[in-house]
């Protein structure tokens, strides 16, 4: 056995800690590289992970301590997931013992067992003997329960339910006395033939095309850009192309942006297959989130579908992956220590695995169009839309030229009326929840302010209530201005206003609504998207989540109320949001058999983004953004990283950035830092954001500079009095 084995822990230091075997008494399993340890750490008792073992170490031997306890008789995190891991803390660079933990479920992590088990109750040799005497004599549910389990075997809490009903009190006293126990027991599962339950609708050429150029490369890595229209079939490529995995034996990993998506593709898939699926996202309980886990992790399910961090599930014999609405900035985690993006992780995986993977979107992003460009993607387009169906006229709204009702112009609401007449559905576009972006005073000018943000409170009028979109702030809603105690009026447009006015422009007609504020819990998305489908209601009013993955056949009249958001943005990214954005709402429009329409409402209406994306499509527009990102020497011909942070106050949040940027008064060649700078809503959530971002041409050179800096940085003592973190290939700059 190793001398040493080198322990990852959850903590921000960027190392591995160094531990001697556990005493055999002390533990069941041998220790193993991927398994969990129980060690000590300081005062406290810490889990973490086996990474290493080795004969000797650089601590010296009387402060080496042992391992308490082995958790694991065989690894919970493999050599694959291991490298995969390894790469992202390099990467990222961030701590390897963070980046574990993000990989693992909470219960894992707090000690719960990686197989799957269930409890089982037994009577022990004292029971047996005591029953056998008759005892015990005055309870009669005690006498009942073990007698029953000294006639057979070992009883779940399932059969002790059914034969016992209310047995756990009974169950207490009869363990108290040493009769009775109970284990938790591994359970077994056979392996379960796959049954396709549905074979699909026939596939026209270019789906065709698609499928057997990735299925050619079954068996080893390939990258794949799966560039589809709204509505051409994309997940039916995914569909066949999974059934060829799982025919062959393997399995396959699906990644969607949203949980609002997870249920419609789960229920495509249980649609097509029967086989065991495992799915994971964040709504999941703890208890829910191990269950998926250990379904993945044993090989019993065969397809494993779910959000950002499903990209860490354990695979075994992994055979495909799938990147759906690849573009999303979902994919990227924007909050917390380790900001990862999954889809590029995922390339990472298929490419350490062997595997192909898909990237699928209707408006691929431009890093991802780039790497097409030069060779390392290989793109399959998807032109035409399902049955037929034809790509939405889009028209341009000149909102100079037009009379308005809250928001809406006049065209917009006798289109809606058409459409309705027609027997359409409609959906109306706007970017912004509740009921008013801002509450102002008519008299004295007060608008009301969120105290902990540089920002103004959002109007719900509904609940009567105003609240910060961005730290979660909430007041009453005041009747009357608190500085001159004059009348207070809402200003500007919310969708929960939107759909006030349609109310009341179309009386009789049933609107729905789809954002955040309407989808609260469980099951709420799927609710508002049977009643569209159903067409019970025939106007939708929504948020960003109506963009994504739905399909109402009747929907013939989409109108974007403001596409003027990111016309002229200080980020460089938001044209190319934008452009996403328009285009995936737009194709929400005919994706039946009747021709749609989609209106958008601009004040710009000669803008040059609105017009070559009128023109020539999110194609043209792509084409006309990477020459502009070129020239400006932005992502993806430049690498960024951004090194953030918050604190009490402004000075020392521009104090911690300002003497780092001081440790290197020359920064190397090919690497440039610009700023500090305070973030463009400097207070958020009571603290003060600041960034400083590191950009060059080249990735060796920037993540050269990262490794030699970062050390420096962190033993900076103002690096205590503020939370920082480092964002590599940042896709906010704010």
């Known amino acids: ?344 992780l995922a390339v990472v995986r298929a490419q350490q695995t062997g595997v192909p993977v898909i990237l699928g979107s209707a408006t691929p992003s431009l890093e991802t169009l780039h790497n097409v460009d030069a060779g390392r993607y290989t793109h399959l387009r998807l032109q035409r839309r399902a049955a037929h169906a034809q790509p939405p006229r889009l028209i341009l709204l000149d909102l100079r030229k037009s009379a308005m009702q809250a928001g809406i112009s006049m065209q917009a609401m006798l289109a809606i009326e058409r459409h309705l007449a027609q027997d359409g559905q409609v959906l109306v576009f706007l970017n912004r929840r509740g009921y008013a972006p801002t509450l102002l005073c008519t008299a004295c000018g007060w608008i009301a302010p969120c105290s902990e943000c540089d920002a103004r409170l959002t109007v719900h009028l509904g609940a009567g209530r105003l609240r910060c979109h961005h730290c979660g702030a909430d007041a009453p809603l005041p009747p009357r201005c608190p500085v001159c105690g004059f009348a207070v009026k809402a200003v500007g447009q919310g969708t929960e206003r939107v759909e006030e006015i349609l109310g009341e422009r179309f009386a009789g007609v049933a609107i729905a609504r789809l954002d955040r504020d309407v989808v609260r819990k469980r099951g709420d998305m799927e609710a508002v998207v049977r009643r569209m489908a159903s067409g019970e209601a025939r106007i939708l009013v929504g948020t960003q989540m109506v963009t994504k993955g739905h399909d109402f056949p009747n929907m013939t009249l989409v109108v974007v109320l403001n596409a003027d958001q990111g016309l002229f943005s200080t980020d460089f990214r938001a044209p190319e949001r934008l452009a996403q954005t328009i285009v995936q709402v737009a194709g929400r429009a005919g994706r039946g058999s009747r021709a749609g329409e989609v209106l958008i409402q601009t004040e710009f209406p000669d803008h040059p983004l609105l017009q070559n994306l009128l023109a020539a499509g999110y194609d043209g527009f792509a084409h006309v953004a990477l020459e502009e990102r070129s020239l400006a020497s932005w992502p993806p011909f430049s690498r960024l990283a951004a090194l953030r942070d918050s604190a009490k106050t402004r000075e020392a949040a521009l104090a911690f950035l300002s003497e780092a940027r001081g440790l290197v008064p020359r920064p190397p060649r090919g690497v440039r830092l610009l700023g500090p700078v305070p973030a463009a809503m400097a207070k958020r959530a009571g603290r003060y954001h600041a960034q400083l971002l590191i950009e060059s041409t080249q990735r060796a050179r920037l993540h050269g500079f990262l490794d030699a800096w970062l050390p420096e940085v962190e033993g900076l003592r103002s690096a205590r009095a503020v939370r920082w973190s480092l964002d590599v290939d940042p896709l906010e700059l704010f």
């Open 1 to 344: 056995m190793p001398k040493v084995f080198r322990v990852a822990l959850d903590t921000p230091l960027r190392r591995l800690f160094d531990y001697l075997p556990p005493a055999p008494d002390q533990t069941t399993f041998p220790p193993v590289v991927g398994a969990r340890v129980r060690v000590p750490f300081g005062r406290q008792r810490l889990i973490g992970l086996i990474l290493e073992a080795a004969d000797s170490s650089e601590v010296p031997a009387g402060r080496l301590k042992p391992i308490l306890e082995v958790l694991d008789g065989t690894p919970v995190v493999d050599a694959g997931a291991l490298a995969l891991l390894g790469w992202a803390a390099q990467y990222y660079h961030h701590p390897i013992g963070e980046v574990l933990s993000s990989a693992l479920p909470k219960a894992l992590r707090m000690g719960a067992s990686a197989a799957a088990s269930e409890e089982r109750w037994f009577a022990t040799a004292a029971g047996v003997a005591a029953r056998a005497h008759g005892e015990p004599r005055r309870a009669p549910r005690q006498r009942a329960l073990l007698e029953f389990l000294s006639a057979g075997t070992a009883a779940t809490a399932a059969t002790l339910d059914e034969h016992h009903g209310s047995w756990r009190e009974a169950a207490r006293a009869l363990t108290a006395r040493g009769w009775i126990a109970s284990a938790a027991v591994a359970i077994e599962r056979s392996a379960e033939p796959h049954a396709a339950r549905a074979t699909g609708p026939e596939l026209f050429a270019e789906q065709h095309t698609a499928v057997e150029a990735i299925g050619e490369s079954l068996g080893g890595f390939r990258a794949f850009v799966l560039h589809g229209i709204t509505g051409s079939g994309k997940t039916e490529v995914y569909l066949r192309l999974v059934e060829r995995v799982v025919d062959a034996g393997h399995r396959a990993l699906v990644l969607v942006p949203e949980i609002g998506l997870t249920p419609q593709l789960v229920g495509r898939f249980r649609e097509r297959f029967g086989v065991p699926m495992a799915v994971l996202h964040s709504a999941l309980t703890d208890s829910e989130r191990l269950g998926a886990w250990r379904e993945a992790f044993s090989g019993h399910a065969r397809i494993v579908l779910g959000t950002r961090s499903a990209v860490f599930a354990p695979v075994p014999d992994l055979g495909l992956i799938v990147v759906d609405e690849e573009h999303d900035s979902s994919f990227k985690q924007h909050e917390g220590g380790f900001r990862y993006s999954a889809r590029d």
